[in-house]
Structure formats: C-alpha cells, structure tokens
C-alpha cells in the first residue's frame, strides 16, 4: 500500500500530461471538423473532467492488481507448454491478434453491462452523457471501466497471446492498451468524419456515437466493439444509417420507432 502511495504523484503527472496531450489533439479537431456546433466547455464538463482524473488514477491500479492475479492463473496453462506454439507466430501478428481478440472480449464486458442491471447500475454513467465529445471517453464508473477492459485482457490472456514467456507478453499487452485507449478518445469525439466503405470495417464517430443515441428502440443498445464493427455484424449488433448522426444523446427521454427508410445501413 505504502509502494502504492508513493507512486501516485509520478502517476498524476503523467495523467497531466496525458490531460495536455489530448487536448493539444482533440480540441483544435473538434473546432475545425466538428459534427454538431457546442462549447468546449459544454454543460457537464467540469462533471467530466472530475470524471477523467478519478479514472484515469484509480482504475489503472485496481487493473495492475487484477492482471497480476490473471498471470498468476494462467501460468501453470503456460508453463504446461499448451500455448508454445503461439511463440512461432511473428511479433505483429500476435499484436494483431492480441486487438483482435481482446476487441471481442471488451465487446462482451461492454454487452453485458448494457444487459445485466447490476453491471448496468456502474455503466448508465457512461451514457447519461447529453453531448458527446473526447472527454466523453472517461465518463464512467470505475467499476465499469475495470470490469470492460479486464474482459479483454482475460481473453487475450486465455489465449495465450500475453504468455511471459514469449518474452513480448508485456509489450503486446502495452500496445493494446495503448492502441484501445487512443481509438477510444476518437470515436468519442465530436468530429463528424465519414470513411465510407471502411465503416464497416472500423469503428468510427459516427459508429460509437450511435451507441449513445437515445432518439429511436432500433439505435439502442447496438455497436458495443471498441474497435472492430463486424464483430457487431456478426453478433447482429450493428447499426450505422449512411448519412444521418443521432439528434440526442443521454438516458432523460424515452426513444421512439425511427422510420425504417432511415435505418439503413452504411
């Protein structure tokens, strides 16, 4: 406990900067590319901010205990020599894979806190946002934080992908944290870019910012991957119309029938 407290001011200093570097990023995109006209220091910012500080602090411990226990798990599976065959797989490869499969781990977390109340109770955090922009990405519940993203790190530790003995298993967890983190503050944002064909393919604005729509029962509770859209098509939780982006956001009305002509998919 004390290691802990000791290392908190370094950790605080690196959420700073981390604080500095997005913004130097995301605002000036959202000014210049922005989807829906609102201040940057919109209603619930400093709500927000709050929100950014406590999660990007508290989680990150909690997280570091809970992996430790995970290796502890898994090293007799790994020591047994099951997974030795994932070390011939080349160093990229096992990166694309470790995003891969964690993607569709945290799509589980992320289903089933939409799905079981009591998961629901942390998540509806999250979604009682009422304008979406980059800072949007840290609105949550520690505990749902948590919970999504050791979903994926027990898949990508279950298959063997994370495996210290592969001598990179730090280093594929520290590329899909770092790749999962970054992409998530992007999808957040308010940035009304479409990519076309390569929507369907990859998550975008559009894509996350419909999970957050609260204006229709067919957008609900649709496009849970972090990264990959098709694991959503294959799970049949995909919804994107081609032109339009939702007119509110939040959990306060109740959603109404959207127009099937107005469904359609990208």
């Not at 009591?118 to 304008?131: C, K, N, P, V, Y």
Request: proline content about 5%.
């Amino acid at each position: 406990m004390l290691s802990l407290l000791a290392y908190m001011p370094s950790l605080g200093l690196q959420v700073l900067k981390g604080l500095l570097l997005l913004m130097i990023i995301f605002v000036p995109l959202e000014l210049a590319f922005a989807q829906r006209s609102q201040s940057v220091f919109r209603p619930q910012w400093g709500e927000d901010m709050i929100y950014f500080w406590v999660n990007n602090l508290v989680p990150k411990l909690l997280l570091s205990l809970l992996v430790g226990g995970l290796f502890i798990i898994f090293r007799p599976i790994y020591a047994s020599g099951i997974f030795h065959w994932v070390g011939t797989l080349p160093l990229g490869f096992r990166f694309v894979l470790a995003i891969v499969v964690g993607d569709i781990g945290s799509y589980w977390g992320h289903r089933w806190s939409h799905e079981w109340p009591f998961l629901w109770h942390f998540h509806r955090i999250h979604h009682q946002a009422e304008a979406m922009d980059w800072l949007v990405t840290s609105r949550a519940h520690p505990v749902d934080m948590v919970f999504t993203r050791l979903c994926g790190l027990t898949l990508i530790y279950l298959s063997g992908l994370a495996q210290g003995s592969l001598g990179q298993g730090t280093a594929v967890m520290t590329i899909y944290v770092l790749i999962g983190g970054v992409w998530a503050y992007f999808v957040h944002a308010n940035i009304g870019w479409r990519f076309g064909f390569l929507e369907r393919w990859l998550a975008t604005p559009a894509f996350h910012h419909w999970h957050h729509s609260n204006e229709s029962i067919a957008s609900i509770d649709k496009n849970y991957a972090a990264i990959f859209p098709w694991i959503d098509r294959f799970f049949l939780t995909y919804y994107l119309p081609r032109q339009r982006w939702p007119e509110r956001y939040g959990l306060k009305e109740l959603p109404v029938e959207e127009p099937a002509d107005q469904a359609a998919e990208a």
